[in-house]
């Protein structure tokens, strides 16, 4: 029974399907199995997906599986969904096996981004386990004669008072569990969970410590062959002409596949790929036709661009106004995902089907782009994900995917395997896009903000496929693909404007979003988009306000928050680290503190952080941070302090060091060398990460919820060391030593 | 064709003399601990051991390594008999993605055997070469700290982190 799900049959049967379901299912769930369109709907992504099976299998054999259309990127949701699905149908945690995103096995839940994973994915099969563990017990009921109210369940079986006992494999049959999901679950009561809540250890760190077979880049398929591409030296550069004889000859060559400007060359080894690769590179000369914007003055470069301005916030109180006004400008450069592994991906056509295995955030709309690239319906091409290097956005993935698949085209019945340089990754992937926020405020009498004004420039945060011209490969061609239209992110998540609308309460705001279409340089979805710059700006200002009004800097964001549980985590991360009003740190030392809630709707997180900058250098160190975070029902507290934590470090990194450099002509951050991140000897001493549990409250995520706050609590700190505000992103040792100075 | 001792074991490898030593874990050897991260000697995702010291594998020729010793965090223990650096790595869960991790373990291995008991500051120097982008730093620190003292206790007491 319930043989490997193949989501476009059970598409087909839903109508006949529903007959089976009603017949075998008794009075469970068989009253309306084609609900009207106005029905409430079940909740996350059972909405879309509402059939059971598609998120939990039971099998004969009694063996458990919970499939998700989410992309496990290192965050460790796999292990935070084998607790949920555990938890919710009363099985060992260890029973569960976990599937992840693959356009035949799971459910269509597009990227996975936006820190959506666990309200989407997770509350699914939360729902999901809980719909299915009441239908094993109708079904035990049935078969004991028996009311359901009776029957308990543990470990994978429903017990009848008399000791009798089912397992759920002898339970399930047929089409039990394919049926559509009920708008609304039982769920179990969050006082008796004893697997959500728990720190239960990753399940893929073993092998990751091991050598076991953990990455895409572990994958060996039998005859597999390798690839390297060769990319122009600029966007929309022009192949001239290359000598691929020389090339041809050298050991292991099988293969140069050229189409357009795409080129790439396939061996028998991986080393005489790159030796090749390099070959290839030397004898291709180039038509370079770039111009990049100056990037030492890129606001005025992206304020001179034509922006469409939409005004996405007001609220206007003519009985409160200020006499005291400021104004700052902030700005944040390109920043890259750096990707610690360069991006990879393997093809394999056989006959008229592929098979990609990729990194890829979102395997359907990735299949969509790569159908479309090679003219083909997307029903042939199979997309599975298999674990990269973490990408924090939209980094090489897809377009790794779109090479390989290209690629293996002209190798057909042949596996062929690509992975990026690293050159390629920092050079091609798309970039987190620059941004310009100008604030304006007025302090009324009382030190409080009588009036606000938030306008932010930007691109578009996402640029992902879903058509073919989003990728590399398809631009590349002969009969090239064109970008699609860039496109705002509709609110409330936003994209340039996410968080762009302060939480806070003021009598009079307005904020404008001014969406820029044109895009110097190739840019995307970079953790947190537009809410890392804009919670940056927010809670720089706030400060900026609080010092002007002589009030501490908590106390000042506390006085315009209504939001009962964002002051709750305000409060938490202060006490925690030890905030006094009117405290004065030792010399050359500076705290600061910044909070927000993500996209406005998802977790809270307010971080306080404590910096030491050297006065001769100009260096900054963060010495602690101590952060507290709300991300609704905590599922496993040791994943959700991980990922707060690696958001610190990382959106340290991006804010004391990183952007994107160029000429007039090529991108020139190329290695590690030309963009420099954090290293060791930068490390704090400590980060403390406290957690606000809400039991029975709805997931709430946490992968992106530190990047804003931990921005911007760093830059308070350094202006709290050294009495001098820095807005421009990077906030760098140079700009540091400047600013003291000055 | 020449002949290369891996994690105690000689093979036999027909590779180009230039060949990095990571391709030739790897391909040949379909050894997975060490990554391909950068190629240039740069992040440290391809560390492993030779002859008692952490080297780039990405940037060292194979052919300087006939007659000496590799070591790939293969050669250290495994799922079911992890060595003390493992055994920390997993009790502290310091990895997020991971890709970074097994050549920080192979450089904090090395700078065990030598020191085994390091300072904080010792560490740090020892770890600056690699690169973690998820910004697990906090923990890879504190793992190699429970490292060093497993290896000093040979303590065979369980993980304080139990599977329901």
């Given amino acids: 029974m319930n043989g490997p799900v193949d989501l476009n049959r059970r598409s087909l049967l839903a109508g006949g399907g529903a007959l089976i379901v009603s017949f075998s299912l008794g009075d469970a769930f068989a009253q309306d199995q084609s609900p009207p369109p106005s029905a409430p709907k079940p909740p996350g992504s059972l909405a879309q997906t509402p059939y059971l099976d598609a998120w939990i299998r039971i099998d004969a054999d009694g063996s458990i599986t919970a499939f998700t259309g989410k992309a496990e990127l290192g965050q460790g949701f796999r292990t935070a969904f084998q607790q949920i699905a555990a938890e919710e149908l009363d099985v060992p945690f260890k029973a569960i096996n976990v599937v992840t995103s693959d356009t035949r096995r799971t459910a269509n839940e597009g990227y996975t981004a936006g820190s959506n994973s666990m309200k989407d994915s997770g509350t699914a099969i939360q729902n999901a386990a809980a719909q299915v563990r009441e239908l094993l017990i109708a079904e035990a009921a049935r078969r004991f004669d028996l009311s359901a109210e009776t029957l308990k369940t543990a470990n994978a079986a429903v017990i009848a008072p008399d000791g009798r006992k089912l397992g759920y494999g002898e339970l399930v049959a047929g089409d039990m569990l394919h049926v559509q999901a009920q708008p609304k679950s039982k769920l179990k009561d969050p006082a008796g969970y004893s697997i959500v809540g728990q720190p239960v250890p990753r399940v893929d760190i073993p092998a990751k410590v091991t050598g076991g077979a953990a990455f895409i880049q572990d994958m060996r398929l039998p005859g597999m062959v390798h690839a390297r591409v060769v990319r122009p030296p600029s966007y929309g550069a022009e192949l001239l002409s290359f000598d691929s004889a020389a090339v041809e000859k050298l050991p292991g060559v099988i293969k140069v596949v050229r189409d357009g400007n795409f080129l790439a060359v396939v061996t028998a080894k991986e080393y005489q790929a790159v030796k090749a690769m390099r070959a290839l590179a030397s004898a291709a000369t180039w ?14 470069v992206v304020l001179k661009l034509p922006s469409q301005d939409t005004t996405i916030y007001t609220q206007s109180d003519p009985s409160a106004s200020g006499t005291r006004t400021f104004e700052a400008t902030y700005t944040r450069p390109y920043q890259a995902h750096g990707s610690i592994g360069p991006s990879c991906a393997i093809a394999h056509q056989v006959n008229d089907a592929l098979t990609v295995w990729t990194h890829t955030q979102g395997v359907y709309p990735d299949r969509a782009g790569i159908a479309e690239m090679l003219r083909v319906p997307p029903a042939s091409v199979r997309l599975i994900h298999v674990e990269g290097s973490g990408c924090y956005g939209h980094n090489g993935a897809d377009d790794a995917a779109a090479d390989a698949a290209l690629i293996a085209r002209a190798m057909p019945g042949v596996p062929v395997r690509v992975q990026w340089m690293r050159e390629q990754e920092h050079a091609w992937e798309p970039f987190g896009p620059a941004m310009v926020t100008k604030l304006k405020a007025t302090l009324d009498a009382n030190g409080a903000i009588a009036d606000w004004n938030f306008d932010v420039w930007s691109n578009t945060h996402s640029m992902r496929p879903g058509g073919a011209g989003s990728m590399l490969a398809a631009q590349l061609l002969a009969q090239p693909f064109t970008l699609p239209e860039p496109k705002p992110l509709p609110l409330p998540d936003g994209g340039g404007d996410r968080n762009a609308i302060p939480l806070y309460k003021f009598p009079n705001a307005k904020v404008v979003h001014h969406f820029i279409p044109a895009m110097p340089l190739r840019i995307s979805a970079m953790r947190a988009l537009g809410a890392y710059h804009n919670v940056f700006s927010i809670e720089s200002f706030m400060d900026e306000l609080a010092l002007a009004a002589g009030a501490d800097p908590v106390e000042f964001r506390l006085k315009h928050l209504d939001d009962a549980r964002g002051r709750d985590v305000i409060e938490k991360a202060a006490r925690e680290f030890g905030w006094q009003k009117g405290q004065k740190a030792p010399p050359d030392r500076g705290y600061g503190f910044a909070f927000a809630r993500y996209k406005n709707h998802a ?61 007039d002509v090529r991108i020139t951050s190329i290695d590690w060398q030309t963009y420099p991140i954090l290293r060791f000897d930068a490390v704090p001493e400590k980060i403390d990460v406290h957690i606000i549990n809400r039991p029975g409250q709805p997931f709430l995520g946490s992968g992106e919820t530190g990047q804003g706050p931990a921005a911007a609590s760093i830059a308070n700190a350094i202006t709290n060391a050294t009495g001098k505000r820095l807005r421009d992103l990077p906030l760098t040792r140079k700009k540091i030593k400047g600013a003291i100075e000055a | 064709m020449m002949t290369l001792k891996v994690n105690g074991q000689d093979h036999q490898v027909d590779a180009d003399p230039d060949t990095p030593l990571l391709y030739v874990l790897r391909e040949d050897l379909k050894l997975n601990a060490a990554k391909f991260g950068c190629g240039l000697g740069q992040c440290g995702a391809c560390t492993v051991i030779v002859d008692g010291k952490a080297v780039l594998s990405c940037v060292t020729p194979v052919m300087l390594l ?28 310091a990895a997020q993605c991971g890709y970074c991790i097994a050549g920080m373990m192979m450089r904090a291995q090395a700078l065990l055997a030598r020191n085994s008991k390091p300072t904080e500051a010792e560490i740090r120097s020892e770890l600056q070469l690699n690169l973690c982008r998820c910004g697990t730093h906090m923990r890879i620190l504190r793992a190699v700290h429970r490292a060093s003292k497993l290896m000093q206790t040979a303590d065979a007491s369980p993980a304080p982190r139990s599977t329901p």
């Fill in chain 2, 66 to 93: 006939e007659g000496r010793k590799v070591t790939t965090l293969e050669g250290l223990g495994s799922v079911e008999a992890p060595a003390p650096i493992q055994r920390a790595f997993i009790e502290e869960q």
């Fill in chain 1, 287 to 300: 038509k370079e036709t770039a111009h990049l914007p100056k990037q030492d003055d890129i606001a005025s």
């Fill in chain 1, 603 to 663: 977790a809270y997180c307010a971080i306080a952080t404590e910096i030491e900058v050297n006065r001769q250098s100009g260096r900054p160190l963060l010495v602690r941070a101590v952060a507290a975070v709300d991300s609704g029902q905590v599922v496993n507290p040791d994943g959700l302090i991980n990922q707060i934590e690696g958001a610190i470090l990382q959106s340290m990194s991006w804010t004391l060091y990183e952007s994107v450099t160029f000429d």
